[in-house]
Nanobody
């Protein structure tokens, strides 16, 4: 059972930056594709970004965050990060990291096996 714990959320003004972290409990973490999703009140959970596990990792972003957010991972530390710049009020939500044992449907919540509890990000205008 892979456990994921997010941190780094908070309240920030529009245009500001935050760096989210996700700590994984197992060394096998390095073999998982990792994703970030977010959920705003009254809305469905939506894809933000993913990063693959293989050598020469691949990253992918939602159009709404492309050019502003960067996903990265440190397999030696069992960590995944989401650097968020130029934040907007629409970025407000609970951000979850997730782990996928396959490479199928990485832009969908259904593609992931393990989830963290989430960290709140609030962007004020």
């Amino acid at each position: 059972q892979l456990q994921l714990v997010e941190s780094g959320g908070g309240l920030v003004q529009s245009g500001g930056s935050l760096r989210l972290s996700c700590a994984a409990s197992q060394r096998t973490f390095s073999r998982y594709n990792m994703g970030w999703f977010r959920q705003a009140p009254g809305k469905e959970r939506e894809f933000v970004a993913y990063i693959t596990w293989n050598v020469g990792t691949t990253t992918s972003y939602a159009d709404s965050v492309k050019g502003r957010f960067t996903i990265s991972r440190d397999n030696a530390r069992n960590m995944v990060y989401l650097q968020m710049n130029s934040l907007k009020p629409d970025d407000t939500g609970v951000y979850h990291c997730a782990a996928a044992g396959t490479s199928l449907r990485l832009r969908s919540p259904a593609g992931y096996n393990y989830w963290g509890q989430g960290t709140q990000v609030t962007v004020s205008s």
